[in-house]
Structures are given as structure tokens and as C-alpha cells.
T-cell receptor
């Protein structure tokens, strides 16, 4: 069975600083996607960044970047220059080509302080 | 483009009542799915559909029914509500199953309280 683990239930960071959220996953598949979703207090699920497993280059989206370590099955999210608007729950998610189902971790609550 | 819409936003039910959560998308997406979100458990897949007329079970399907008569709509039915079904429900859609069609778009959620 495929699983996604987020071992940090809560994290905090000061505005303008950098924070890294951890995510590990377990799969025997070789072809899959990984995602980070943000859920602010509005509850809307917002895609932050995605990574295809066949790509060695780490994905980046403005202040958001990932450290994808396929052999270690690790997919961490780095937020640079943190902003107050980054305060939210962050979910790591996995989807393999074969099962085609999105599997979520339990989330990390990030608080950005002024 | 309204994206993925869900109604109602909030609903209170009594144990044993039935109701339908509505979900619609106007992006011509083939793939639609329902999740529930509970504290400390992330989002779990209830049912999904890869196209009109086709549905399948996800991780936690018991107590829920779905149908997909059109591409646009994917309603979720609670047959006999139980307090364990108190949750926030999200509908999501994506273009298809092919490569580069994998990004899911989520609706705003329906908060359900079963007394």
C-alpha cells in the first residue's frame, strides 16, 4: 500500500525567514507524481507545487521549491522569504500512474509570525 | 469559468436522514472525485469517476453512493447519515488520466454535521 507521512504536525517561522516542511512516502512504483497543497483558513485546497518522479530536477514555483530525493522517498517543501499569507495547513500528496488515486499525508500546520 | 462548485456550504443532519452533496465543474474534466477531511487524518478518497457512467470506490466508500450521469456533475449521496460522517467534504476534478492531466482542482468544501 502507498502511504504518505508528514512527521511535523505544527511548525512556525518568522516572517522573511525560510522554513522546510518534511514529507516521506512509501511506494513500490517507479512512475508517480508528488504534490504540495496549501489549505488556508478558508479551507480551499490550493496546489502549491508538483513534481514528476521521472524528473531529476527539483520543481520550483517562485518562493516555493522542493527537495526531491527519489531513492530516499523524500519530498520536502522549502518556503523562502516567508510571508504572513503563507500561514496555512500544508498537505503532501502522492499519485502513481497505475492506481491513479491521490493519497494525502496528515498535514503540517504552518504559522508565520511577524 | 466557475471551476469546481459545491453545494451546500454547510449542512446539519439528524442521524438516519439522507441527503445529497452536489458537485459540478465547468472545465470539461473527465475525472472527478470525492474526499472527506477529518482532523489529524488528511483527506481520504471516498469515490471517484473516470468519466460519465463510470464510478469506483476509494478508500472509505461505506455509507456513500455516487453516480455520474453527465460529465459536469458528480453528486455524493449519504443514504442514512451517522455521526461518524461528520466531516468536511471536498469534490475535486482533473482533465483526465493521461500524463500532464494529473493536477486536481478542488471545490470549496461542504461542512457536514450529523447529530
Amino acid at each position: 500500500a502507498q502511504t504518505v507521512t508528514q512527521s511535523q504536525p505544527e511548525m512556525s517561522v518568522q516572517e522573511a525567514e525560510t522554513v522546510t516542511l518534511s514529507c516521506t512516502y512509501d511506494t513500490s512504483e517507479n512512475n508517480y507524481y508528488l504534490f504540495w497543497y496549501k489549505q488556508p483558513p478558508s479551507r480551499q485546497m490550493i496546489l502549491v507545487i508538483r513534481q514528476e518522479a521521472y524528473k531529476q530536477q527539483n520543481a520550483t514555483e517562485n518562493r516555493f521549491s522542493v527537495n526531491f530525493q527519489k531513492a530516499a522517498k523524500s519530498f520536502s517543501l522549502k518556503i523562502s522569504d516567508s510571508q504572513l499569507g503563507d500561514t496555512a495547513m500544508y498537505f503532501c500528496a502522492f499519485m502513481s500512474y497505475s492506481t491513479d488515486k491521490l493519497i494525502f499525508g496528515t498535514g503540517t500546520r504552518l504559522q508565520v509570525f511577524p | 469559468n466557475a471551476g469546481v462548485t459545491q453545494t451546500p456550504k454547510f449542512q446539519v443532519l439528524k442521524t438516519g436522514q439522507s441527503m445529497t452533496l452536489q458537485c459540478a465543474q465547468d472545465m470539461n474534466h473527465e475525472y472527478m472525485s470525492w474526499y472527506r477531511q477529518d482532523p489529524g487524518m488528511g483527506l481520504r478518497l471516498i469515490h471517484y469517476s473516470v468519466g460519465a457512467g463510470i464510478t469506483d470506490q476509494g478508500e472509505v466508500p461505506n455509507g456513500y453512493n455516487v453516480s455520474r450521469s453527465t460529465t459536469e456533475d458528480f453528486p455524493l449521496r449519504l443514504l442514512s447519515a451517522a455521526p461518524s460522517q461528520t466531516s468536511v467534504y471536498f469534490c475535486a476534478s482533473r482533465l483526465g488520466q493521461a500524463l500532464a492531466q494529473e493536477t486536481q482542482y478542488f471545490g470549496p468544501g461542504t461542512r457536514l454535521l450529523v447529530l
